[in-house]
């Protein structure tokens, strides 16, 4: 019989850079998570920056403590206290999308620019975020899909990848076949669901090294050759994206 489990949680409170374990998360009306990716680093101009931009952001992190955030350093320093800095929001481009938020002051601004070494704002979006047809509330992966990912990884001598590469909500495991997650259409783990959607297209992300920003060849390489042997698939793809139901998801849960 076919189960899945949820073996970890993530929350990246902004978009891009370092995450945060979590043991559950609440789910909000839009079915995303909450907490998760409610900040955004933009240019001066309002325009996003990721990863692909510059590296370097995946060495920064983001926590939630005490329902505040906290940015720390690659060294693990903490940075300014993010703060409104007008009641009047600013527009800010999301993937294709204008969306308000509201800027979060010089310090930080500075604090992340000097990380980052380019010129940079800090917006709260808040749970908005996500109330967007086209922007994906929370990603899935499996474990078992990673193994059989970093089994073929290591025919071809290559390192295995870790799961955080890949930047998930949910982590996934259980007593299922590789990337079943692809066909599934929802998971219920009883008092909460996930509304399974369409396998994520990997961008250049899980090539990002964790420990030095570095750009890797592997996976995208690879992901892109075993996706074309998956009729569930897409160009490139690996996990999926979701919808959440319920009041609250948790570590442990099963289907």
């Known amino acids: ?27 909000t009306p839009s079915g995303s998570l909450r907490g998760d990716r409610e900040w955004l680093v933009t240019r001066p101009d309002g325009s996003m920056l990721w990863q692909g931009d510059i590296p370097r952001m995946a060495l ?29 929001p600013v527009m800010v481009e999301q993937e294709g999308y ?82 079943a997650e692809e066909a599934a259409r929802a998971l219920d783990f009883g008092p909460a669901a996930l509304d399974l959607r369409e396998p994520c297209v990997r961008c250049e992300l899980p090539n990002i090294s964790l420990e030095d920003a570095s750009r890797q060849k592997q996976p995208l390489k690879l992901i892109g050759a075993m996706s074309r042997e998956r009729s569930t698939a897409r160009p490139a793809s690996f996990g999926t994206y979701c919808t959440a139901r319920g009041a609250v998801l948790r570590v442990g849960m099963s289907t």
């Open 98 to 179: 204008q969306l308000p938020g509201f800027d979060q002051g010089d310090a930080v601004a500075s604090w992340l620019g000097s990380c980052l070494g380019a010129a940079c704002r800090l917006v709260r979006l808040g749970e908005q975020a996500h109330r967007w047809g086209g922007l994906n509330p929370v990603h899935a992966v499996s474990t078992v899909s990673l193994a059989a990912l970093n089994a073929r990884l290591a025919e071809r001598g290559e390192s295995a990848i870790a799961v955080e590469r890949f930047r998930p909500n949910i982590v996934l495991s259980g007593n299922h076949a590789a990337f």
């Open 60 to 88: 920064l992190s983001a926590q939630l403590e005490m329902d505040r955030l906290v940015l720390r350093d690659a060294e693990g320093r903490p940075g300014p206290l993010p703060e409104i800095a007008s009641d009047s």
């Open 1 to 27: 019989m076919t189960s899945f489990r949820i073996e970890q949680m993530f929350l990246y409170p902004v978009k891009s850079l370092g995450g945060m374990a979590v043991q559950e998360a609440q789910i």
